[in-house]
């Protein structure tokens, strides 16, 4: 496996470049002491290290550096260092001389990024300090020659690292009379160098011990992939282990470790378990997710067993076929929390069961708005009524009302049950009664599990008043085409005597009483008006009489005309001259098109906005990047921007690399 990971990193030397801009060490603790990176040094280096402990008192000797003279020497200082790193091989002459033959170049700054601390530590560009004591401050001094100018590190607290690597994912398992054959599945990218094996007696109370297992690797076909081989041959049949294993870097720091699994000897057959087992609440009840096992090879069943307590009462509720990866339980009461658990069955034994994971039925999704809210001034109040299409999951409604601004709305009513036998509702605010002015009203419904759902339209009541004309009520609208809407509202003109016409009123804020267009007059209860790509506008109605008196104004509705995203621009093509990259391409097919922006990522970094091109330039199609570097995969995607402000979705991303 050492030799592998060595022989890919010598690949990828020539593609690594590295900028030495000073010396700034990096400490970094490890099981084998404090490790210092120098960073990159000339060849004739050397240096004398001297350390003060808590910063305080003098500093003290501890160690030196002389330069590598040649191959020979090179092997001989990383054989020694190898034996102070943990899972470091001993390097090979092949390995020795490739290296010195690097180093002793041009090029032999492209080592610097070698992840290889036995290497680092040959050449004088780090240093480990055996005798540094965990849980301790030390301040490193490092002195070159006869130079004056040492250069110090700071004071430190000496901590083991914990990297972070890729996550690993059990992948099956091949158990034989006195040996279990284990395999783990892990991303290639972020993969570590090393990792350990642990394993303890299924059921013991004791902690897990780390085993010398044998280890491998090998990348899979498409080379996304590494699979971590673990083979143990020192178990008793009969007896069952629970092992995990813990991925660790090249100086011997744990990172992050894989889920536990359970392993017994003798010919039967070890059961995988899901994983990424979660709940979540859908229309219907409760949605059991999970990722099924890879290899169903002597499996039988997924079990799901569900329990109202956390710690006991489990039981069986449905058997799912292998493949499934959901299961929906119905049987579920809104607003009471279940806990849920999944086993795999194999033919003679079980999985380990998943972790315990608790779900929750809202019926947020079964709650519909009301419809048909109506207000109507009565002696005692106005009176509000509406429908409800479906009663299965309501509790019962509550009434919003606001006598500013349909923005502003206050509840205004308690709980209100549902009518057992009818779907039409109504509710009296007497409180309205005792002035003229509108109010607007909304009323929400709320589920068994206490969970609000959306307003209903909002609409006007104002109380009774003689000789006062009804306000039109209904208002609403639809899109004739994109730029063209349609207004409709109940026809006054059936229900209260005297109304003649209606005046439409279009503002640019809801608030608005300046009223800055002239109202537009209708006869019927219809009106169309145009609204520009973007444009935003509140629409209210009066009804007037022969008289020209007019009623109060319905409740406003707000109107936007979408912004129709425009196409991205086409036929985008690099092309490399020298250091720089210039960039073609064709405009947008659609019109009014602004400006281009184009986007830029350099070898694996994040994308970001390099320039943004005005559309009505000469140059408007093409641009040339002239803060480009060499040795570097550049990567480049273009959108264009309409003059209402919306942006296209992505280009063809093109990429170029520098040499």
């Not at 009969?238 to 090249?250: L, N, S």
């Not at 008006?529 to 409740?555: M, P």
Request: some cysteine.
């Amino acid at each position: 496996m050492k030799k592998f990971i060595l022989a890919i990193h010598i690949i990828l030397i020539g593609l690594q470049t590295h900028a030495q801009q000073g010396l700034h060490p990096i400490l970094t603790g490890c099981p084998s002491g404090m490790y210092i990176q120098l960073g990159q040094l000339p060849r004739t280096a050397a240096y004398k290290i001297y350390r003060q402990k808590d910063g305080t008192g003098a500093f003290q000797y501890i160690g030196n550096y002389a330069p590598c003279v040649n191959s020979n020497e090179l092997r001989q200082r990383m054989i020694a260092n190898a034996a102070r790193l943990p899972d470091n091989s001993l390097p090979s002459r092949a390995l020795s001389d490739t290296l010195w033959k690097i180093y002793a170049g041009a090029q032999n700054r492209s080592l610097i990024n070698f992840p290889f601390p036995v290497f680092h530590l040959a050449v004088g560009w780090s240093f480990l300090d055996t005798s540094a004591v965990p849980g301790a401050k030390y301040n490193y001094r490092v002195v070159f020659g006869d130079s004056s100018s040492p250069v110090e590190t700071g004071l430190v607290n000496f901590e083991y690292a914990h990297p972070r690597f890729s996550k690993m994912q059990f992948l099956q398992m091949m158990p034989g009379e006195h040996s279990a054959r284990m395999q783990w599945e892990l991303s290639a990218a972020g993969r570590p160098d090393f990792f350990d094996v642990y394993r303890k007696q299924s059921g013991n109370a004791g902690d897990f011990q780390k085993i010398a297992a044998s280890k491998g690797f090998w990348n899979t076909a498409h080379g996304d992939s590494v699979i971590f081989l673990v083979l143990d041959t020192t178990l008793m049949p009969g007896i069952t282990y629970d092992y995990f294993i813990v991925a660790k870097d090249m100086l011997g720091n744990a990172g992050n470790h894989s889920d536990t699994i359970r392993e017994k000897t003798g010919g039967r057959q070890n059961v995988p378990a899901v994983y990424n087992f979660r709940t979540r609440s859908d229309s219907a009840g409760i949605e059991l997710v999970w990722v099924a096992p890879a290899n169903t090879s002597g499996l039988q069943n997924i079990m799901i067993l569900r329990s109202a307590a956390y710690d006991t009462g489990y039981t069986l509720i449905s058997l799912a076929p292998l493949k499934d990866t959901t299961y929906t339980d119905k049987n579920v009461q809104p607003g009471q929390r279940y806990f849920y658990q999944l086993i795999v069955q194999g033919a003679f034994n079980y999985s380990l069961p998943t972790a315990r994971v608790s779900g929750m039925y809202t019926g947020w999704n079964d709650i519909l708005p009301v419809t048909d809210l109506e207000a109507v001034s009565t002696g005692r109040g106005i009176k509000l009524s509406w429908h409800y299409p479906d009663q299965k999951n309501l509790q019962g409604f509550k009434v919003f009302r606001s006598s500013s601004s349909p923005h502003e709305l206050q509840l205004v009513s308690g709980l209100i049950s549902p009518a057992s036998d009818s779907t039409a509702l109504v509710y009296i605010d007497t409180v309205a009664v005792q002035t003229e002015t509108s109010c607007y009203y909304a009323v929400a419904p709320v589920s068994k599990a206490s969970k609000q759902g959306p307003f209903s339209n909002i609409t006007t009541g104002r109380a009774s008043v003689t000789g006062k004309l009804p306000a039109p009520t209904g208002l609403r609208f639809i899109w004739l085409n994109d730029t063209v809407v349609s207004l409709t509202w109940r026809d006054m003109q059936r229900e209260a005597s005297g109304i003649s016409a209606y005046k439409v009123y279009k503002q640019s804020k809801a608030s608005d009483t300046s009223s800055p267009a002239m109202p537009r007059l209708c006869l019927t209860n219809e009106f169309t008006d145009t609204l520009r790509e973007g444009e935003a506008r509140w629409y209210s109605v009066r009804a007037f009489n022969t008289a020209n008196l007019a009623s109060a104004a319905s409740s406003p509705v707000h109107i936007e005309a979408r912004i129709n995203r425009p196409l991205p621009p086409g036929a985008v093509h690099a092309y490399l001259q020298g250091n720089k990259i210039v960039l073609h391409w064709d405009g947008s097919l659609n019109a009014a098109i602004k400006e281009y922006q184009i986007y830029r990522a350099k070898n694996a970094g994040t994308i970001s906005l390099l320039k943004t091109v005005d559309a009505t330039a000469k140059s408007a199609y093409s641009y040339t990047d002239n803060t480009t570097t060499g040795n570097s995969l550049y990567y480049y995607y273009i959108t264009s921007t309409n003059t209402h402000g919306s942006e296209s979705h992505r280009s063809e991303e093109i990429s170029v690399r520098i040499p």
